[in-house]
């Protein structure tokens, strides 16, 4: 089992930016491939961005590339989300995604999820 926790959401400004980690435990983190999702109200979940267990190899959904940034530390067992340039649109819950390590993460292959943080991106 892999337990996630997110931290850093909150309020953000439009043009502002707002940095989410993940810290995993359980498991050995580095075998894992991880990635963040996202829901905003009334709309289904959506990937944003993911990461091979290596950080060789990054993903992202096309409105957040240039935007958004990837990385983790395995050393810390901890993803982050750097955020840059926020928009409105980008207001939703976040959530962390942990699946096998040969894989960039899609949501059909996650075996485990956070609860989420909350990203409230106000004009």
């Known amino acids: 089992q892999v337990q996630l926790v997110e931290s850093g959401g909150g309020l953000g400004q439009a043009g502002g930016s707002l940095r989410l980690s993940c810290a995993a435990s359980?498991?050995?983190?580095?075998?894992?491939?991880m990635g963040w999702f996202r829901q905003a109200p009334g709309k289904e979940r959506e990937f944003v961005a993911a990461i091979t267990w290596s950080g060789r190899t990054t993903s992202y959904l096309n409105s957040v590339k240039g935007r958004f940034t990837i990385s983790r530390d395995n050393a810390k067992n901890t993803v982050y989300l750097q955020m840059n340039s926020l928009k409105p649109e980008d207001t939703a819950v976040y959530y962390c995604?942990?699946?096998?390590?040969?894989?960039?993460?899609?949501?059909?292959?996650?075996?485990?999820w956070g609860k989420g943080t909350l990203v409230t991106v106000s004009t």
């Open positions: 995604a942990a699946g096998p390590s040969g894989v960039v993460l899609t949501a059909p292959l996650v075996d485990y």
């Open positions: 359980g498991r050995t983190f580095s075998s894992y491939a």
